[in-house]
Nanobody, 125 residues
């Protein structure tokens, strides 16, 4: 059974930092690209960053460059999203996703095969 379990979301103040985690089970990890997306109320799901377990591919959305960083620890079957200088507009549910891909990181939600339930991040001004 495939499971992607996110954690680490909470309420913070603007300017704070936060690290989200996603632990993966039930997948042959090297076959997948992992990514973080987020979705704010009334908005479409937005790609943040993606990474391969092998480290060959890593891509951050331009809007995430400089403040957000994705990483992976294969030995822990976990990926992380380090978020710095958080802003109220970063408030959203953050999702971990897995894409069985050979082409690199996709920024399209429809390309991803498995999703976690999400973790809520709320940033107050």
């Amino acid at each position: 059974q495939v499971q992607l379990v996110e954690s680490g979301g909470r309420s913070v103040q603007a300017g704070d930092s936060l690290t989200l985690s996603c632990v993966v089970s039930g997948l042959t990890l090297p076959d997948y690209i992992m990514a973080w997306f987020r979705q704010a109320p009334g908005e479409e799901r937005e790609f943040i960053a993606g990474i391969s377990w092998t480290g060959n591919y890593k891509y951050h959305a331009p809007s995430a460059e400089g403040r957000f960083a994705i990483s992976r620890v294969p030995a822990e079957s976990a990926i992380y999203l380090q978020m710095n200088s958080l802003k109220p507009e970063d408030t959203a549910i953050y999702y971990c996703a897995a894409d069985r891909a050979t082409r690199g990181v996709s920024d399209r939600a429809k390309d991803y095969d498995y999703w976690g339930w999400g973790t809520q991040v709320t940033v107050s001004s």
